[in-house]
């Protein structure tokens, strides 16, 4: 039995629990706020409103698009880090700190992305205030918007998987070197 990897891998699975059940929650209030929505969003799912339901899983899937590329990042970057080492209490802390960094990051970035994408497509649409649209229960434009959020949260994520991988400290290697696994 490898130990280390049984440690850092329990790490990452507890991780992706938190970031599943904290992370996203705030992020999706944020969002919310950054919309700025009127109504509050529970009240308005538990009345029945099925636009709301539909924004609101939009913004959920969107932000799990992010956040994913956050997780993957920091996952491969510790993977890289410490190959071959013993494992040691340090390693999860520092596991930890960038793991914070990239989730806190990635839902600020994309929080703001998929808010951003809304007012765009709120402005291009004159007319028609999609947020008041579904406040009022109109599936419609829920429907769309909430194509556009997730379209945009699939569109920034390479993106913003390259800012991630840049904020790590990972090894170098000389050009054109290629390494054979040990």
Do not use: C
């Not at 920091?74 to 914070?100: E, N, P, S, V």
């Amino acid at each position: 039995m490898n130990k280390s990897l049984l440690y850092i891998g329990l790490a990452k699975l507890a991780f992706g629990v938190v970031v599943g059940a904290v992370g996203i929650f705030l992020g999706l209030r944020l969002l919310g706020w950054l919309l700025r929505r009127k109504e509050d969003d529970d009240a308005e799912l538990a009345k029945g409103n099925v636009a709301g339901g539909v924004l609101q899983a939009a913004s959920l899937l969107s932000l799990g698009i992010l956040v994913q590329h956050a997780v993957t990042a920091t996952f491969d970057a510790i993977d890289l880090l410490y190959r071959g080492q013993a494992f040691h209490a340090g390693m999860l802390g520092r596991f930890g700190f960038y793991a914070l960094v990239h989730v806190g990051a990635s839902l600020v970035v994309g929080t703001a992305v998929i808010a951003l994408g809304a007012l765009i497509f709120d402005r291009l649409t004159r007319g028609v205030d999609e947020l008041a649209e579904v406040r009022r229960g109109n599936v419609a434009p829920a429907l769309v918007l909430a194509s556009v959020i997730v379209v945009m949260s699939l569109m920034a994520a390479p993106g913003l998987r390259s800012v991630l991988d840049g904020l790590l400290p990972l090894p170098e290697l000389p050009r054109d070197t290629v390494t054979m696994p040990s």
